[in-house]
């Protein structure tokens, strides 16, 4: 049977245009650096360098550091005397809210440090414990919680 396009029948694939490995194929956005990536703007990112990661690091701050509260956060910190960048850990338990609420908060706290790295001075270990209202907080609420809590921690080491 031929059909009006002059080929077989749809899906045999004998008139289908034949079809580049997915390798060679590059969208037009890929190709375009109008958008600068994360790597290309300083500050921006959350690098692994710059996270706590370990547990014996984070009960290092909790117990040898000092405290500040904020409304949709508590802040621990503690000066490590070495000269390395800043590290920041997030901790949201499970009393938040299940795992798509925990997410969102991690999201909010980390946008909010990652535009406020000036403000934490090298050798600083700080973590970042969430409240149960920071669930239900503005991404600017945060933001400026951060902008007044991180200088007083750092501060505190002076």
């Given at each position: 049977m031929v059909f009006a396009s002059g080929c077989g029948p749809p899906g045999d694939g004998a008139c289908s245009p034949p079809v580049e490995p997915r390798a060679a194929r590059v969208s037009a956005s890929a190709t375009s650096s109008s958008r600068p990536t994360c790597d290309s703007l300083p500050g921006?990112?959350?690098?692994?360098?710059?996270?706590?990661?370990?547990?014996?690091?984070?009960?290092?701050?909790?117990?040898?550091?000092?405290?500040?509260?904020?409304?949709?956060?508590?802040?621990?910190?503690?000066?490590?005397?070495?000269?390395?960048?800043?590290?920041?850990?997030?901790?949201?338990?499970?009393?938040?809210?299940?795992?798509?609420?925990?997410?969102?908060?991690?999201r909010l706290l980390r946008e909010a440090v990652r535009k406020n790295w000036s403000l934490l001075p090298d050798g600083l270990d700080v973590v970042l414990h969430a409240r149960r209202s920071l669930a239900k907080a503005h991404a600017q609420d945060v933001e400026n919680e951060i902008v007044r809590v991180l200088p007083q921690a750092a501060r505190r080491f002076e």
């Open positions: 921006s990112g959350f690098p692994q360098a710059r996270r706590i990661r370990k547990r014996g690091d984070y009960q290092a701050v909790y117990h040898g550091g000092v405290r500040l509260g904020a409304k949709h956060f508590t802040v621990f910190a503690l000066a490590t005397g070495s000269g390395l960048p800043s590290r920041i850990g997030l901790t949201v338990t499970r009393k938040i809210g299940n795992a798509a609420v925990r997410n969102h908060c991690k």
